[in-house]
């Protein structure tokens, strides 16, 4: 894929997470608002001392315009409570603002974003991380944690510790998800639940 000239001339200068909202649906920084139904911002209070970052929004969050509203969310929502964490106290954010995927048929499926898009959609999620100033900054898999370290992460090699600058790294819960009735599940679950109990403590 060719380049994409980036979300850096649409995000405003600001301190306020609204001005940012508001913004967000103007931008043009990569190919992904367009076949996209709408921009999918974050939810949660600005003064947050923990931030999720996940990858991008999926078919649900496209639609409603809300993340982590699918299964993906509801599964990291009965983590958070497992964790004893108050859901409503965290931000929620993805890495790349717009729903990437692929139509089969009627169905559209999930296609990861691409270095190429991580970049592009970075100055969003830097933007929204010099406001909320968390302690903690979570990246849920490894596309997250790739925009937020800059670099290739292995999850499996690097979750559950705390990484320099407040950062941890755990599995996305869609992951978790697709294990869903199979052997590995709830080992699975349990990491997510004490990597997110770490990342609170
Ligand atoms: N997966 C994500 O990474 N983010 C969402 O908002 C939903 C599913
Ligand atoms: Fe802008 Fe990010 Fe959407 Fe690309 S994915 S258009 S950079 S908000």
Redesign the pocket.
Known sequence: MSDAPGAGRWVPDTSHLDDLRAAAPDCRGCELWQPATQV?FSRGPSDASMVLV?????DR?DLEGE??V?P??RLLSDALREAGIDENAVYLT?AVKHFRFEERGKRRLHKSPTITHLRACAPWLEAELGIVQPRVVVA??ASAARSLLGRSVSVTKERGRLLGGGYLVTT???SVVRLRGREGFRDAFDELVSDLRLGAS
């Open positions: 999918v996940g990858e991008q929004p999926g969050e993340p982590f699918g993906a969310g993805n849920l898999g996305h819960p869609s």
